[in-house]
T-cell receptor, first 120, second 114 residues
Framework: DAGITQSPRHKVTETGTPVTLRCHQT?????MYWYRQDPGHGLRLIHY???????DKGEVSDGYSVSRSKTEDFLLTLESATSSQTSVYFC???????????????????FGPGTRLTVT | AQSVTQPDIHITVSEGASLELRCNYS??????LFWYVQSPGQGLQLLLK??????LVQGIKGFEAEFKRSQSSFNLRKPSVHWSDAAECFC????????????FGRGTSLIVHP
């Protein structure tokens, strides 16, 4: 258990509304990621973070923004949700935290349980 | 750029039979390789990983994988499949250029018949 939680786990929202998904980790890992998973596309990286206030875009970042104001939380925001953003969203972490509880290369990722988002 | 190919979208096996899921990669140096499994409605769980050394790696749940440099492959195997092994399986390879972010294959759906 990598100590990763995501909230909410399920959400239904209307087109045009803002939505924020939260990823929370308890082991102070440096790197955090947001992916979306869609049939036929596998996992696609949206944004990632390599430290507090340090973020960068992934391959499908349009329409999404992120923030990381503290080590344990990584927020994904859909500024104005569209039906094409209906998906399952996964958060992941990697890297060794200061606690040393997980010694792993930074390429080795551990995933949260996911958030199923439906935009109507 | 590196890439990962999982040639089989679906694999169907009978319970108790052996299993092999294929993964091929394109990468210029020795890669780091991973297999993840995703049960329905769940997140991805790391099954096993290869960084260096022994090319046959053992993972959780009785799975193993073998790194074959000459074939650019990292196939996942299990000698006897259980019904609870039914899942989506993803192969991943890293790092990517100057980035530590792995590249994932599109997944293989493992179906187990009783």
């Amino acid at each position: 258990d990598a100590g990763i939680t995501q909230s909410p786990r399920h959400k239904v929202t209307e087109t045009g509304t803002p939505v924020t998904l939260r990823c929370h980790q308890t082991e102070n890992h440096r790197y955090m990621y947001w992916y979306r998973q869609d049939p036929g596309h596998g996992l696609r990286l949206i944004h990632y973070s390599y430290g507090v206030k340090d973020t960068d875009k992934g391959e499908v970042s349009d329409g999404y923004s992120v923030s990381r104001s503290k080590t344990e939380d990584f927020l994904l925001t859909l500024e104005s949700a569209t039906s094409s953003q209906t998906s399952v969203y996964f958060c992941a972490i990697s890297g060794t935290g200061p606690s040393g509880q997980m010694t792993a290369r930074q390429e080795e990722q551990y995933f949260g349980p996911g958030t199923r988002l439906t935009v109507t | 750029a590196q890439s990962v190919t999982q040639p089989d979208i679906h694999i169907t096996v009978s319970e108790g039979a052996s299993l092999e899921l294929r993964c091929n990669y394109s990468y210029g140096a020795t890669p780091y390789l991973f297999w993840y499994v995703q049960s329905p409605g769940q997140g991805l769980q790391l099954l096993l990983k290869y960084f260096s050394g022994d090319t046959l790696v053992q993972g959780i749940k009785g799975f193993e994988a073998e790194f074959k440099r000459s074939q650019s492959s990292f196939n996942l195997r299990k000698p006897s499949v259980h019904w609870s092994d039914a899942a989506e399986c993803f192969c991943a390879v890293g790092p990517s250029g100057g980035s530590y972010i792995p590249t994932f294959g599109r997944g293989t759906s493992l179906i187990v018949h009783p």
